[in-house]
């Protein structure tokens, strides 16, 4: 059997920035199933990697359900020290809006091969499926490996291709929380087929009191983009399942899209009370392009219930207040999550047994957690890398720490 000091299970950017920040006098071994490392790193930000989110640390920690559990480990590992790590190998980066980081190159790969290059000293066992672990004084790894400290780091139960197969829940007796689906498409009640690829811009998504603004795609089976993820978490969240036991969740919820966010409601009634005087003779197809996307009309129309050819002088005060409320409150109904594309996954390790101030286990000593495999979950926009570099690095340098002690 080959001794370590610590063996991380899982390459992924938890994986290795915990690698990274281990003291490079210890000996470790990075164990990762794939052929390769950071499969779910390449294909982030479509490709670009939105890295993290530059907003303050304090603003950027509220936006998390979990942030008293993360504060340590974005204090210990800060956005300055992980895009410091990329520009002293000469990667720089650039801010787009809301604040999303992404390397000037716009290409994950460069950040991969720069993380691989700070690797050099490490064990790297490709094609290691780490199927079992024993701790006896040190931990035994598949009969094969022994290490003194452990840190898991294979990552959630969703987007599997990348090897994200929900592994390391199972690996230890740490216990879970359910395990859902987040940031993930929905399915509509409604088949969209006919409107697949029209874009709703800049609405406000209304799911319970939450309230996300952004852009709605609308797709083959339903809804996604930005703001639907966002609020999906929420869905998820709210829903009572768990990924590894129920294999089809079923939903029965509704999001009202508020087309219109320029106008409020009374707005609204008042414009309309002028122009269907004023503007008489126009069809109301037409004077909706001043508030909808044009190839939208026509679905918006038949929801309402009102005939496109209708002219504004003939809509009676019934169809005034149901456009009002349509333009307000669209409504959509979601009956299930096109799990397949979840970015991410809610709950895992639950971290009432981890010790925020090091990502050590409570329950097993010298066991650490790093990255999606515990149970926090941020939105889009570069929070989800946030965690697993920082929870990354912290899990690496205390492993690293209660060594040399
Ligand atoms: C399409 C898509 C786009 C995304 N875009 C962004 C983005 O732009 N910004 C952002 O912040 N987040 C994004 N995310 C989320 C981000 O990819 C994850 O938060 C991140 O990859 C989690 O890192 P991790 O190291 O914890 O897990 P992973 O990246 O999943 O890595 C886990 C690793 O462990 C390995 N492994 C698993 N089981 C075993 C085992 N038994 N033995 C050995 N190895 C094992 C896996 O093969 C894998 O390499 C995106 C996700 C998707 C799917």
Same mark, same amino acid.
């Given at each position: 059997?080959e001794e370590?000091?610590?063996?991380?299970?899982?390459?992924?950017?938890?994986?290795?920035m915990?690698?990274i920040?281990i003291s490079?006098?210890?000996?470790?071994?990075?164990l990762?199933?794939n052929?390769?490392l950071?499969?779910?790193?390449?294909?982030?930000?479509g490709g670009r990697?939105?890295?993290t989110n530059?907003?303050?640390?304090?603003?950027l920690?509220?936006?998390?359900h979990?942030?008293n559990?993360?504060?340590?480990?974005?204090?210990?590992?800060t956005?300055?020290?992980?895009?410091?790590?990329f520009?002293?190998?000469?990667?720089?980066?650039?801010?787009?809006?809301?604040?999303?980081?992404?390397p000037?190159?716009?290409?994950?790969l460069?950040v991969?091969n720069?993380?691989?290059d700070?690797?050099?000293?490490?064990t790297i066992?490709?094609?290691y499926?780490?199927?079992d672990?024993?701790?006896?004084?040190n931990?035994?790894?598949?009969?094969d490996?022994i290490?003194?400290?452990?840190?898991?780091?294979?990552?959630g139960a969703?987007?599997?291709?990348t090897?994200?197969?929900?592994d390391?829940?199972l690996?230890?007796d740490n216990p879970l929380?359910?395990?859902k689906y987040?940031?993930?498409?929905?399915?509509?009640?409604?088949?969209?087929?006919?409107i697949?690829?029209?874009?709703?811009?800049?609405v406000?998504?209304?799911?319970k009191?939450f309230?996300?603004?952004g852009?709605v795609?609308?797709?083959h089976?339903g809804?996604t983009?930005?703001?639907?993820?966002n609020?999906?978490?929420?869905i998820?969240r709210?829903?009572d399942?768990?990924?590894?036991k129920?294999?089809?969740? /079923?939903l029965? @919820? +509704? !999001?009202?899209i508020d087309?219109?966010?320029n106008?409020n409601?009374?707005?609204?009634?008042?414009?309309? #009370?002028?122009d269907f005087?004023?503007?008489g003779?126009?069809?109301?197809?037409n004077?909706l392009k001043?508030f909808?996307?044009n190839?939208?009309?026509?679905?918006?129309?038949e929801e309402?219930g009102?005939d496109?050819?209708?002219?504004?002088?003939r809509i009676?005060?019934?169809?005034?207040? /149901?456009?009002? @409320? +349509? !333009?307000?409150?669209?409504?959509?109904?979601i009956?299930?999550?096109?799990k397949?594309?979840?970015?991410? #996954?809610l709950g895992?390790i639950?971290i009432?047994?981890?010790n925020?101030?090091t990502?050590?286990?409570?329950i097993?000593?010298?066991?650490?957690f790093?990255?999606e495999?515990?149970e926090p979950v941020?939105p889009?926009?570069?929070?989800?890398l946030?965690?697993a570099?920082?929870?990354?690095?912290l899990a690496?340098? +205390?492993?690293s720490?209660k060594?040399k002690k």
């Amino acid at each position: 059997m080959e001794e370590f000091d610590i063996a991380i299970i899982g390459g992924g950017p938890a994986g290795i920035m915990a690698a990274i920040a281990i003291s490079s006098d210890l000996n470790v071994v990075l164990l990762e199933k794939n052929s390769s490392l950071g499969k779910k790193l390449l294909i982030t930000g479509g490709g670009r990697c939105n890295i993290t989110n530059g907003k303050p640390i304090k603003k950027l920690l509220n936006s998390f359900h979990d942030k008293n559990f993360l504060k340590h480990s974005f204090y210990t590992f800060t956005n300055e020290m992980l895009l410091d790590l990329f520009r002293n190998k000469g990667l720089d980066f650039i801010t787009e809006d809301n604040n999303r980081i992404f390397p000037e190159t716009e290409k994950s790969l460069d950040v991969l091969n720069i993380l691989k290059d700070y690797l050099s000293d490490i064990t790297i066992k490709y094609n290691y499926n780490v199927s079992d672990i024993k701790k006896d004084g040190n931990f035994i790894i598949n009969n094969d490996i022994i290490a003194k400290k452990v840190i898991i780091a294979t990552g959630g139960a969703t987007f599997s291709k990348t090897g994200s197969t929900g592994d390391g829940y199972l690996l230890t007796d740490n216990p879970l929380t359910n395990i859902k689906y987040a940031l993930v498409p929905l399915v509509t009640k409604k088949d969209l087929s006919d409107i697949a690829g029209i874009t709703l811009y800049e609405v406000i998504i209304k799911y319970k009191h939450f309230k996300i603004s952004g852009d709605v795609l609308i797709s083959h089976v339903g809804l996604t983009g930005p703001g639907i993820l966002n609020i999906s978490t929420e869905i998820s969240r709210n829903a009572d399942y768990n990924i590894l036991k129920d294999a089809d969740v /079923k939903l029965n @919820e +509704s !999001l009202a899209i508020d087309l219109c966010p320029n106008f409020n409601q009374d707005e609204l009634r008042f414009k309309f #009370t002028n122009d269907f005087q004023d503007k008489g003779k126009t069809y109301i197809k037409n004077y909706l392009k001043y508030f909808l996307t044009n190839n939208f009309i026509p679905f918006f129309l038949e929801e309402a219930g009102i005939d496109g050819e209708t002219q504004l002088s003939r809509i009676n005060k019934k169809q005034k207040n /149901k456009l009002v @409320e +349509s !333009l307000k409150n669209f409504k959509f109904e979601i009956i299930g999550f096109n799990k397949d594309l979840s970015h991410v #996954t809610l709950g895992g390790i639950a971290i009432d047994n981890v010790n925020p101030k090091t990502m050590e286990s409570t329950i097993m000593e010298d066991l650490y957690f790093a990255g999606e495999i515990l149970e926090p979950v941020g939105p889009t926009g570069g929070y989800n890398l946030k965690i697993a570099f920082s929870t990354g690095y912290l899990a690496g340098l +205390s492993a690293s720490k209660k060594i040399k002690k």
